[in-house]
């Protein structure tokens, strides 16, 4: 079984072998190669075992399939030229007799240690912290990796995901060596799966042997923390994919037919090189071989470029961009703009200046060869995202976040934190801050309700100049994907997701628009009501359903939008007018802002102390030292990493006394109308303020929702009641102006209207038509209070839905 | 001569090696015996010795891992050999080596500082020290030659020469090429320009643009930053032969090679006569780039500070009279430009730059290109600026915002990729009514963030990213500007129309002499880096005015209007060489406001404009 062809490589790998890396063998005496039990399932995808098809100790007929991923070994510049796969030519099993630990060459891997390790991970582990969701389907007491074991047999497609952390949990020595040697211990691996997975499905048939993927290799680091000692180590980094090539076929071996004799003889590539025989071994004609083309093996490869993610770049630097290659089936895997953790092995290899000169430049071109990748975007179109969010934080930054959670005034601390820069409106800034918060996601799919909205919108509305853009702006800077819009510059398309053809290949591609962009962040819209009236249309679905649903040129689909908005709005008449109602003064339409949780105004108050307090404000912004600053407020990546946190750690739960307090609460607030015969709060109110007291439990990190946390949430939206729903008529607050347009003292206005005009024709006695200005005239005679013409025309236009009487023109007729 | 003992590339180790650089730079004028990459033509440098380049910070490449250290195959020259500093390695190079260390780098793209005037360039020039063996104009083979001796003294063995014919022919060619680009500037710069794209930011722009490789501390850069870079230069040749062999080469054994697309390789390697290498030792951050400035910082320079403070007054009073002639005779907006000019962002709480003062200058005639006139003037105050004429066209094709192109790796330019207080000339009284297209929407949008904010969201296709940036943007219109601005002053001619040309055409000469010219720069660049503190004293004062202004009409000073006083406050102080308020600057900061706001009032009624 053992091809001669694969023999000079074999000794090249041992004489030359240069070991760059540290050689832990104990014991560095090596086997000669024909000693080594070629029958050993250490032969890993060699070329005669492909073609011939030979079967295996343990792996019966199933093919191996050449790892590119991994099997590149030559290509690294100072690993040892193993000519063969690694586990085939220096691997040596150990010898329990002999009492050495003998070792893959360069490594301290044993390789049935190795192997007897990783079979029993499988066999044993457990996953102690599994949830339901994320291996559905699967007993969470059994183990684990035997059911996906399982699962291959039935479902055929030949490729094991593992996850290092697991491997880590059941046994760290196995995991650094993984780590470290990842070309060398990953066909170990494989080799155990598939000596267990047929020893239990003795009869199934796969394509190809199945392969081991490890993924989340612990150190997910941004491109920014590789460095040269990343050389050959597995490793996990996040990034987004900027550019894919075309597929590109690489040769794996080549084929050579001697033109005299009709022999022939394969060749594997190596290091990008093939090693043409130059004598027949047949006939001994030199230069007689030929390569033949579509006898030759080839593999699929493709280049991906990545980029490092906006988030993890630090401030005026651009970011990075790094080479993956995809082998075989991960090539197409991921697209232009995907976000994307690649687990592969780290590789450099020296440029050459040109093949022909000798002298080479000093740089190393670096790549990854991916050999698992996980789409981090395709997560949060699904659901949750747990671990793709989960931004990694140091024992010692955990330590910070729980030190100042457990202040009693955090919840001040955080929210006078929150810009700085922008004197006072506490309530505004706390509004925001449990809006970056956020509430807790609740599933009610299963009761046909759908997602409950746990974003809170905030509506900022108030005098020109009261630093309202300078808050959004402050925001967007804060929150990891926000965005900033404002109003007059955004169209429906920009803010939802428009259909364009791309450029390159010609498909219809979706591109999202804000709205989108900022799923699970803040999108801050600025000029609301410069907004026109179709662009704000497409909000309704977002800000309660948390959806965006897109039918166009032939895409229809539902885009998860689950953004908390937060939108300024100027008055229409550049200055508030207090004597209007909030409706009056911006002049948006009241099903929007139903759906808005806290309504602020932001007014210039007008008093000497606040004039005092502002001043000084302003004068020591300007003239404070930068130390200064620091001491005075957090910082800002604090307050970023303790959002982060809550967001991702913190779900809060209602508790039993919390529960009795909303509801005590929703009662109050209704009971506060009825006396008016008004309606003054409606289940929405009642979803937002259990919202902003999750919130709130966020804020002090409690996984629970307490009476404190709903004191809290009422007092805010009492504020912002207060100052957005006051009848400016009769100084109650009003929750109907917000979500009819029209407060119940107007309503009740326009009825006592109607029924005096009513009277009025009534006592005309029997006139069929009259006219429409003598109408109004007399009405306004008789009336004591004031009456408009548009308080006419409605009445008029209530006895007119009463089938009572009819305007044409300018007559009014009776009807009946 | 201390330049020559810095020649021979291995004269130690390297952090010893930089701060060997760091300290003898540091003596007397030891830093104008380097010749520059500014004002000296590549081709009378000599490869592989010490040189400094101005320069900003156009883009960063990612990081590249090199042999630190390497051994050749060759056994008889088996010696441990450093790659620091350089970019190819000598002999063969055993792989195999267990002795091969590899470091990392980080790849800079450098360009010289945009919009920097004339007389920058050639005060800086001339300032230089000429007597310096590395500069041999009239001995250019030779200098060559004695590049190859240098050679010699590295490598004991003389492997290269059985290439050095051939090589000497591709250097006598990037040489040539050099030559011509040089001698016969503007025409040249557009031929080679469609091959290779140099990436300036400015159009127009000419000069040598370099690939700074810097070794250590490479976080501590940003882009867009000043800096002179001390550093080697290398122009050797085998990098250009890279380029162009590689068409031909590539082939499917290698795929690796054809991986970088065309463009790609045409960017991050280009031929090193055009854009030549330099591993930098030691950079020096460059809080200016007025040469008329003592090099050294400010507090380290308490001679020459207590000097120009003492006559701050007296320029101040000279630079008045003469910004008055050129503002037809407007002493007030006069006053303004000159707080406009030394005005920059010296810190930023969160989101809010301070101390920005973005000024539009309406009311300027349309008449004989009164602005271009008046850009030119000032162009010959600040050490760089940048003319944008806002016509419909510019604004619709112009790429301000630099753009990342993805196919090429590299940040391609825009005009607002500017360094730091570049005073950026907007001139609006071009625009013609017509439709902005996208582009030019996000150009408007992309100016009045800079304005607002002193951001710039840089497009890198995918998402967006803010680079904060410090650029005084004056806006010259007829009416009120469509930008947003700190203030905004109507130009008031004390000329009559009839007489405008002729005063106009007047205004052309400098009225003054150079020495007085000079005074000027360096009075608007010292007054723009002094420390400005206010008492308690004048905090309380300030706080009672204003209150007291909000008791009488609380509508007639906003928070806004108050920051825009304390901001011309500080201006007013320092533009007399205050570095502390006093009440007398106060008051005189109110009256001038004052007068400015009673003047737009003014301007309204008889305009009816809307504010």
């Known amino acids: ?816 | 001569n201390v330049t020559t003992a810095y020649c021979n590339p291995k004269s130690g180790w390297e952090a010893k090696v930089v701060e060997f650089f760091k300290d003898r730079l540091k003596e007397k004028d030891a830093h104008t015996w380097v010749p520059s990459l500014n004002d000296v033509p590549l081709h009378y440098l000599k490869p592989n010795s010490l040189v400094k380049f101005r320069c900003l910070i156009q883009d960063m490449f990612d990081p590249e891992f090199f042999m630190g250290a390497y051994e050749t195959v060759d056994p008889s020259t088996n010696v441990l050999r450093c790659g620091r500093y350089k970019d190819v390695t000598e002999c063969g190079v055993d792989f195999n080596s267990r002795n091969t260390v590899t470091a990392e780098r980080q790849t800079f793209y450098c360009v010289p500082i945009p919009g920097e005037n004339p007389w920058v360039k050639e005060i800086s020039s001339s300032s230089r020290v000429v007597p310096s063996t590395s500069y041999a104009p009239t001995r250019q083979k030779r200098s060559y030659e004695e590049d190859d001796m240098d050679d010699m003294d590295t490598q004991p063995q003389k492997q290269r020469e059985p290439h050095s014919a051939s090589q000497g022919h591709t250097e006598q060619h990037g040489n040539g090429d050099c030559k011509r680009q040089e001698t016969e500037a503007p025409s040249s710069q557009t031929a080679s320009a469609s091959h290779l794209d140099l990436n300036f930011p400015l159009p127009g722009e000419k000069g040598p643009s370099c690939l700074v490789k810097v070794y250590e501390d490479w976080d501590s850069f940003k882009l867009n930053d000043t800096l002179e870079v001390f550093g080697i230069l290398s122009v050797s040749p085998a990098l250009s032969a890279l380029a162009d062999e590689k068409d031909a080469s590539s082939s499917i054994l290698d795929p690796t090679e054809s991986m970088e697309t065309a463009e790609e390789q045409r960017v991050h390697s280009p031929p090193a006569s055009l854009v030549p290498r330099l591993h930098m030792l030691y950079a020096r951050p460059l809080p200016h780039n007025n040469p008329l400035l003592p090099s050294a910082t400010l507090e380290d320079n308490s001679a020459f500070l207590s000097s120009t403070l003492s006559e701050m007054a007296s320029v101040r009073a000279e630079l008045l009279t003469y910004l008055t002639h050129v503002l037809l005779g407007d002493a007030l907006a006069a006053e303004y430009l000159i707080l406009h000019l030394i005005s920059n962002v010296y810190a930023r709480r969160d989101v809010l730059p301070l101390g920005k003062f973005a000024m539009n200058l309406s009311g300027c005639p349309a008449a004989a290109l009164y602005t271009q006139r008046f850009y030119q003037i000032i162009q010959q105050l600040v050490p760089s600026s940048f003319y944008l004429g806002m016509s419909l066209q510019n604004m619709n094709q112009m790429r301000l915002v630099p753009k990342k192109d993805y196919v090429a790796n590299r940040l391609v330019s825009g005009a607002l990729q500017l360094a730091r207080n570049t005073f950026l000339f907007l001139d609006e009284t071009h625009l013609e009514q017509g439709q902005l297209d996208t582009t030019g929407v996000r150009n408007v949008t992309a100016l009045g963030n800079l304005i607002s904010w002193q951001k710039v969201d840089y497009d890198f296709n995918y998402h967006q990213m803010e680079f904060p940036c410090n650029i005084n943007v004056l806006i010259a219109s007829e009416g009120r500007s469509l930008l947003p601005s700190d203030c905004q002053i109507h130009l008031q001619s004390q000329v009559s129309p009839p007489n405008m040309e002729e005063y106009l055409s007047n205004i052309q000469l400098h009225p003054q002499t150079s020495s007085q010219l000079n005074k000027f720069r360096i009075y608007l660049s010292v007054a723009r880096q002094l420390d400005y503190s206010i008492s308690d004293e004048m905090t309380k004062s300030v706080e009672d005015d204003f209150v007291d202004m909000r008791k009488d009409d609380p509508q007639s000073v906003s928070a806004e209007d108050l920051h825009r006083m304390l901001v011309v406050a500080r201006l007013l102080s320092l533009s007399l060489g205050q570095t502390s308020l006093t009440r007398d600057s106060w008051l005189r900061a109110k009256h001038i406001d004052m007068l400015r706001r009673s003047r737009m009032e003014q301007h309204q009624c008889v305009n009816g404009n809307e504010p």
Not at chain 1, 385 to 414: G, H, N
Not at chain 1, 525 to 544: A, N, Q, Y
Not at chain 1, 647 to 665: D, K
């Open chain 1, 1 to 816: 079984m053992s091809s001669p062809t694969s023999t000079p490589g074999r000794k090249r790998g041992r004489d030359g072998n240069p070991a760059t890396r540290e050689f832990c063998s104990t014991i560095p005496k090596m086997f000669l190669p024909n000693e080594v039990d070629m029958s050993s399932p250490l032969m890993y995808g060699t070329p005669s075992s492909r073609v011939e098809g030979t079967p295996r100790s343990s792996v019966r007929g199933t093919p191996a399939r050449q790892r590119p991923d991994l099997g590149s070994v030559r290509k690294a510049p100072q690993v040892d030229l193993h000519s063969e796969p690694p586990s085939a030519d220096g691997a040596v099993a150990s010898e329990p007799n002999a009492g050495q630990r003998l070792v893959i060459w360069g490594t301290d891997v044993n390789v049935g240690t190795c192997k007897e390790k990783f079979q029993r991970f499988l066999q044993r582990f457990i996953d102690p912290t599994a949830t339901e969701d994320e291996n559905a389907g699967l007993d969470l007491n059994e183990p684990l990796y035997m059911q996906k074991l399982e699962e291959i047999s039935v479902v055929g497609d030949p490729v094991l995901n593992v996850n290092c952390l697991q491997v880590q949990s059941f046994d760290a020595e196995l995991y650094r060596q993984l780590i470290c040697y990842p070309q060398e211990v990953i066909p170990t691996f494989d080799m155990a799966v598939n000596e267990l997975f047929f020893e239990r499905f003795p009869d199934s048939i796969l394509e190809y042997q199945i392969q081991v993927r490890p993924y989340n290799a612990l150190k997910t680091r941004n491109m920014r923390s590789l460095n040269p000692e990343d050389i050959d180590q597995l490793i996990t980094i996040s990034g987004m994919v900027i550019r894919t090539s075309q597929l590109i076929p690489e040769m794996q071996e080549a084929f050579f037919q001697c033109q005299v004799c009709a022999y022939s003889t394969r060749v594997e590539v190596d290091r990008g090189r093939i090693a043409e025989p130059a004598v027949c071994r047949h006939c001994n004609n030199t230069h007689s071989l030929a390569l033949v083309h579509n006898r030759s093996a080839f593999s699929d490869k493709q280049m991906i470029k990545i980029q490092e993610s906006p988030e993890d770049m630090p401030a005026g630097q651009t970011p990075h961009t790094t080479i993956v290659y995809a082998h075989n089936d991960l090539v197409d895997k991921v697209q232009p703009g995907d976000r994307i953790n690649i687990t592969g092995i780290y590789r450099a290899v020296p440029m050459r200046v040109s093949p022909i000169q000798s002298n080479v430049k000093s740089v190393y071109k670096t790549h990854i060869d991916a050999i698992h990748f996980r789409k981090t975007d395709e997560k949060r179109l699904h659901g949750l995202d747990e671990d793709a969010e989960q931004k990694l934080f140091t024992e010692d930054r955990v330590q910070t976040l729980k030190e100042l959670a457990a202040k009693p005034d955090v919840y001040e601390r955080l929210s006078s934190a929150l810009a700085p820069s922008i004197y006072e409106h506490e309530d505004i800034k706390k509004g925001i801050l449990l809006q970056l918060f956020g509430g807790t996601r609740k599933d009610f799919s299963q009761t046909g309700r759908g997602n409950f909205r746990a974003e809170v919108n905030i509506l900022l509305c108030g005098d020109p100049g009261t630093s309202k853009s300078q808050l959004l702006q402050y925001v967007f800077n804060l929150v990891p994907r926000g965005q900033y819009t404002s109003g007059k510059g955004s169209s429906a398309v920009g803010l939802t997701a428009y259909v364009m053809k791309d450029p390159e290949t010609r498909q219809l591609v979706l591109q999202t628009g804000a709205l989108v962009l900022s799923d699970n962040g803040i999108c801050c819209i600025d000029e609301f009501d410069k907004m026109s009236d179709s662009t704000r249309s497409v909000l309704h679905e977002v800000m309660e359903q948390q959806t965006l649903s897109i039918a166009k040129a032939g895409i229809i689909c539902q885009l998860n939008a689950r953004t908390a908005v937060l939108a300024a709005a100027n008055p229409v008449e550049s200055q508030w007018n207090p004597k209007k109602t909030t409706i009056e003064n911006i002049q948006l339409p009241h099903t929007l802002l139903s759906r808005f949780d806290l309504i602020f105004l932001m007014l210039d108050p007008q008093d000497e102390a606040y004039d005092r307090r502002l001043a000084h404000h302003l004068v020591s912004l300007y003239y404070q030292s930068e130390e200064q600053i620091e001491e005075e407020f957090l910082d800002m990546a604090v307050l970023r990493d303790y959002i982060a946190y809550a967001r991702t750690y913190i779900n809060p739960r209602l508790s039993e006394e919390a529960s009795q307090a909303l509801i005590e609460a929703y009662v109050d607030m209704r009971k506060i109308g009825s006396g008016r015969g008004m309606v003054s709060a409606y289940p929405r109110q009642l979803e937002s303020l259990i919202r902003l007291a999750e919130a709130h439990a966020k804020v002090r990190f409690s996984e629970k929702v307490e009476t404190i946390d709903v004191e809290e949430a009422k007092r805010l939206h009492r504020e912002a009641l207060k100052q957005s729903a006051t009848d400016p008529r009769t100084g109650f607050v009003d929750i109907s102006i917000l979500t009819t347009g029209m407060s119940a003292t107007a309503r009740k206005r326009k009825e006592e209207v109607a029924q005096a005009l009513k009277k009025l024709i009534q006592a005309k006695g029997k006139t069929p038509a009259m006219k429409y200005q003598q109408l109004l005239d007399d009405l306004r005679g008789q009336s004591e209070t004031a009456i408009t013409k548009e308080l006419f025309d409605e009445a008029l236009r209530s006895l007119a839905d009463e089938d009572y009487l009819t305007v044409t023109g300018k007559t009014v007729r009776l009807l009946a």
